[in-house]
């Protein structure tokens, strides 16, 4: 009889019929439990927000020095490939920065957009003013064989060229460093030796 009873109210959250005073059923939820709860996860988020943020701005200044690495090393390897100069250029008037690799022009003592390859920082995934990019060159040329140009070049290259990418809301910053005349490129950490 208990048995059948509570069978009977688990079940459809009544008692049986016949069997005493008849009860509302408990399921759901009442408006001040979903309030709370809402509450909650807008607490939650608040606290979580600027450090997700820091986060991706975090990601953000990694990416785009991992980009600035390639470049460099890309334009290098083109140098050797086709045995004529090419380079970088470091295009910081435009929001968000833009990368131009290509042919090195004598004449115009300048990296030729024509036919050059052009990245926009972040390949296009960062918005205007979020990072900032302060190159130590305007661009840096590599001669056929793979070294970098030091002479003949406006304004000179003096090694090491530290280019310094800096997230604007969080300060997040990250160094990549063009060592030695043979082109070698390191990412550093702000802090290190070597990046402001």
Excluded at 38 to 60: E, K, Q, T, Y
Excluded at 61 to 90: L, P
Aim: charged residues 20%.
């Amino acid at each position: 009889m208990i048995r059948r009873l509570l069978n009977g109210r688990l079940s459809n959250g009544r008692l049986p019929s016949g069997q005493g005073s008849e009860q509302r059923s408990q399921a759901g939820f009442t408006l001040i439990e979903v309030l709370v709860v809402v509450v909650m996860i807008g607490i939650l988020f608040g606290i979580a927000a600027p450090s997700w943020i820091a986060f991706m701005n975090s990601r953000r200044v990694n990416n785009a020095s991992d980009q600035i690495s390639q470049a460099i090393r890309k334009a290098q390897a083109e140098a050797i490939r086709t045995r004529r100069s090419y380079g970088v250029r470091f295009d910081t008037v435009s929001n968000p920065p833009r990368l131009i690799i290509g042919r090195y022009n004598e004449t115009s003592d300048t990296v030729d957009t024509t036919g050059a390859e052009v990245e926009q920082l972040g390949y296009g995934s960062i918005r205007p003013n979020v990072i900032t990019l302060t190159p130590g060159v305007s661009s840096i040329v590599f001669e056929a064989n793979g070294s970098v140009r030091t002479e003949d070049v406006t304004p000179p290259v003096t090694v090491p060229v530290v280019f310094t990418l800096t997230a604007s809301a969080t300060g997040a910053r990250r160094c990549v460093v063009l060592e030695t005349l043979l082109g070698s490129v390191r990412r550093i950490a702000p802090g290190e030796p070597g990046c402001p």
